[in-house]
Every structure is written in structure tokens, then in C-alpha cells.
């Protein structure tokens, strides 16, 4: 089957910058995307990574490696705004739909 | 355009009751899902519409869920009769269909917030 694993929380300072890393464990893999969810909002789509590397979007970046099944978010300059829960995912072995992780809930305070 | 929108946004009914939840997807997306998110637990696929069919409803608890997705556009999901632990957060999300490759990307709507007592 699949699961994944990301931190519980993670706290950090306006300004600073943060990595949420998830592993997971999968029947087959397409990608590892990224959600982030602000209280009580829709889950809104930040990034998605199906090859090893890097991919840039502002001040995120999302970074995979296949051989480690292993992932991560990494958010720079951070905002107040940016404080939110982050799901990482991928599709399930059928490729119908998302599996997402438990989600992490990070505070950024002044 | 217009997003994922769903209604009602909340929803409190007691147990043994029915209560049906609505979908409106983003125009033109033949991918509807539904998921729910019980309080501090994961987001939890439901099932997977691909235009009228159900391509895959392997997630659905019981079979006192019950998704339609008539004409291929807005979906309905009911729950008769309910029970305590369907309480959650049940949020529908739609997303193009692009040849044989999903769309990574998908559109969430805010959610129906049910509780049951």
C-alpha cells in the first residue's frame, strides 16, 4: 500500500527558511506533490515533482529523490501568511487519485 | 472562472439521519473526487469520478455512501443513514483529463464541515 511520513509541526521566525521533508512509501510512483491548506480553506496546489531534482516557484521550492523515496518543501523569506498546514501526496497505485500524508502545521511568528 | 464549489459549507444533523452534499466542479474538468478529512487525521481519498463513471470508489467506508455524478457535471454524495464518526471535513476536487496522464493538479473546494451528534 502507500503512506507517508512528514513532521507533525514545524515552527520558524518571519524572515527565516524551512524544510518540510516527507518519505513515502509506494506500490508504484508518478510524482510527489505538495498542498498547502490555510485554516478551514481549500487544499490549494503548490508543487509537483515526478523527476529527481529541484523545481523553483518563488520562494518555494520542492525537491525530490526516487532512489530514497524521499521529499521535501522548502520555503524561503518566510511570511506570517505563509502559516498553514502542508500535505505532501501522490497518486494512488491505480494513479486515480491522491494519497496524501498526515500534514504539517507550520507557525511563523514575528 | 469559477472554482470548486460545494454546499452546504456546514452541516449538523443527528444520527440516523441522511444528509446529501453537493459539488460544483470547475467547468470542463472531467476528474471529480471526493475526499474527507476526519479531525487531525489525514485527508482520505473517497472516490473518483472520470465524467458520469465511477472509475474508482474503493475508498467509500460503507454503503451508506452513496456519490452520483448525473450529466457528467455536479456531483452529489449522501450519507443514510449517518453515523458519529462520519463527522469530518468532506472536500471535492476536480482536475482535467489530459490523454492517459492524470493532471497532478487538482482543484479542491472548501469543504462541507458535517458533524453528527
Known amino acids: 500500500g502507500q503512506s507517508l511520513e512528514q513532521p507533525s509541526e514545524v515552527t520558524a521566525v518571519e524572515g527565516a527558511i524551512v524544510q518540510i521533508n516527507c518519505t513515502y512509501q509506494?506500490?508504484?510512483?508518478?510524482?510527489l506533490s505538495w498542498y498547502q491548506q490555510h485554516d478551514g480553506g481549500a487544499p490549494t496546489f503548490l508543487s509537483y515533482?515526478?523527476?529527481?531534482g529541484l523545481e523553483e516557484t518563488g520562494r518555494f521550492s520542492s525537491f525530490l529523490s526516487r532512489s530514497d523515496s524521499y521529499g521535501y518543501l522548502l520555503l524561503q523569506e518566510l511570511q506570517m501568511k505563509d502559516s498553514a498546514s502542508y500535505f505532501c501526496a501522490v497518486f494512488n497505485q491505480a494513479g486515480t487519485a491522491l494519497i496524501f500524508g498526515k500534514g504539517t502545521t507550520l507557525s511563523v511568528s514575528s | 472562472e469559477a472554482g470548486v464549489t460545494q454546499f452546504p459549507s456546514h452541516s449538523v444533523i443527528e444520527k440516523g439521519q441522511t444528509v446529501t452534499l453537493r459539488c460544483d466542479p470547475i467547468s470542463g474538468h472531467d476528474n471529480l473526487y471526493w475526499y474527507r478529512r476526519v479531525m487531525g487525521k489525514e485527508i482520505k481519498f473517497l472516490l473518483h469520478f472520470v465524467k458520469e463513471s465511477k472509475q474508482d470508489e474503493s475508498g467509500m467506508p460503507n454503503n451508506r455512501f452513496l456519490a452520483e455524478r448525473t450529466g457528467g457535471t455536479y456531483s452529489t454524495l449522501k450519507v443514510q443513514p449517518a453515523e458519529l464518526e462520519d463527522s469530518g471535513v468532506y472536500f471535492c476536487?476536480?482536475?482535467?483529463?489530459?490523454?492517459?496522464?492524470?493532471?497532478?493538479?487538482?482543484?479542491f473546494g472548501p469543504g462541507t464541515r458535517l458533524t453528527v451528534t
Open positions: 515533482n515526478a523527476l529527481d
Open positions: 476536487a476536480s482536475s482535467q483529463f489530459e490523454g492517459q496522464a492524470l493532471s497532478p493538479e487538482q482543484y
Open positions: 509506494t506500490s508504484g510512483f508518478y510524482g
